[in-house]
């Protein structure tokens, strides 16, 4: 009996920081992609030495390093969609930001999620002060950001919003920028429902909503749910759905953390509920 050929899954590149404690970053990032069948690569941007307490150290990766990174994967695999985490430095955003054009070169459809990362959810900050100008210069190659409460005000130079319709002016105040799509994300909010808000062109926002789930362990949800979106956007006919079936994958990797069981602060998702 013949059978027809499997699919080969699809490929994503996170390029992020190194999270010691494997939680956030590149760790999270190519755990997401493998939970929710794609094959992940990796490009390093800097090395943190961190727990679920907090953050004791930061080194960058030479940007000569980041690019020769680049370099291999670029000219030996193909790439069907990139995350973009955290950067450091200005000077690694302006590098990542070049690599970025030279992809879309390639192939004009890519795409492209930046999840906008500042702080860690220890409160550490990871962003050096005069980064965030650069951060905001790299929005244009976005095909979707995924800033949090405080990311969104940070970037914008605003306070943070507190209610529905602040969420969605700040929103269509990053797209703006140049990002083609904006999901601002309430986790950081208050009430019983965890609400996000997709804004696409001119379309109408869409609000996303999910029970807000009693947990300290939210380490890495920002990077996991940026990378789940990078991971199903391949295999998903929108971004709509892709956003959707994330943020639903992520409320359950939430809700499941506590059997992991792992460190003395903020612990990590379950990015394997499903499988183990």
């Known amino acids: 009996m ?21 939680g956030a970053g590149i760790q999270a990032d190519l755990k997401s992609f493998a939970a929710l069948g794609a094959y992940g690569l ?3 941007v800097a090395l943190t030495a961190q727990s679920t307490r907090g953050v004791s150290g930061i080194w960058p990766v030479p940007v000569e390093f980041v690019n020769q990174q680049f370099d291999a994967v ?7 969609a990139v995350k973009v985490g955290m950067l450091a430095s200005a000077e690694l955003a302006e ?3 070049a690599q970025l054009d030279r992809l879309r070169a390639a192939s004009s459809e890519l795409p492209i999620v930046i999840d906008p990362v500042m702080v860690a959810t220890s409160g550490s900050q990871l962003l050096a002060d005069d980064a965030v100008a650069a951060l905001r210069r ?13 990311e969104a005000a940070a970037l914008l130079g605003t306070t943070v919003a507190d209610d529905l319709d602040a969420m969605v002016e700040q929103a269509r105040q990053l797209r703006a920028l140049g990002a083609e799509r904006v999901l601002l994300k309430g986790g950081h909010g208050t009430g ?5 808000v997709l804004v696409e ?15 300290a362990n939210t380490h890495g949800t920002g990077c996991s749910l940026s990378s789940a979106i990078a991971a199903l956007r391949p295999q998903r006919d929108s971004w709509r759905a892709a956003v959707g079936e994330a943020k639903h994958w992520l409320t359950g990797a939430i809700a499941r953390a506590g059997e992991l069981q792992l460190g003395h602060g903020p612990g990590p998702v379950h990015h394997f509920y499903r499988n183990w």
């Open 192 to 196: 019983e429902q965890s609400l996000d």
């Open 201 to 215: 062109f001119d379309a109408e926002p869409v609000v996303l909503a999910a029970p807000r789930i009693a947990t």
């Open 74 to 80: 670029f000219t030996d695999i193909r790439i069907d």
């Open 42 to 44: 990796s490009v390093i």
């Open 2 to 22: 013949l059978t027809a050929p499997r699919q080969a899954p699809p490929v994503v590149l996170t390029i992020a920081g190194s999270d010691s404690s494997g």
């Open 95 to 97: 590098a990542v930001a």
């Open 138 to 150: 790299i929005l244009p190659r976005a095909s979707l950001i995924t800033p949090n409460l405080p």
